[in-house]
């Protein structure tokens, strides 16, 4: 199938999860607040007609501005979550120097489904 050269690339993410490893809410160097978390997402399959299984993702999220401000006044650890948001990459180095790629959420919008456990 060939995709037109005009096709716009699009990057956008949508997830449900519980929030865990919710952590402080910081200020950046330019002052704006932001607030990393991550999100545990389970997926449920069958192998055969007989067995099932259960896959869990955990996802690093970041929220920024007034999002992660929200976030940190009303949403708590183990909240079942809907998450938009894009995926960007973050590059780092290890301790031999060697430059990594890791890819993140980088959230616009949080809602709470139901209250933490």
């Known amino acids: 199938m060939a ?6 690339e699009l990057n956008y ?3 449900t999860g519980r929030m865990i490893e ?3 809410l910081k200020s950046s ?12 997402n389970s ?3 069958s192998v055969g007609s007989s067995e099932e299984g259960k896959k869990t993702y955990v996802i690093s999220v970041e929220a920024w501005g007034d999002l992660a401000e929200r976030i940190d006044r009303s949403i708590s650890n183990g909240t079942f979550v809907l998450l938009e948001g894009n995926l960007v ?15 993140i959420v ?11 456990s």
């Open 13 to 15: 993410i949508v997830l």
């Open 43 to 45: 997926l449920s399959y």
């Open 106 to 116: 980088k959230a616009t919008n949080v809602t709470a489904l139901e209250s933490g």
């Open 3 to 8: 995709v037109p050269h005009d096709t716009p």
């Open 29 to 40: 160097s330019y002052g704006i607040f932001v607030l990393r978390f991550r999100l545990e």
């Open 89 to 103: 990459s973050r590059p780092y180095e290890d301790r031999s120097k060697g430059l990594h790629y890791r890819m």
């Open 22 to 24: 919710k952590g402080e």
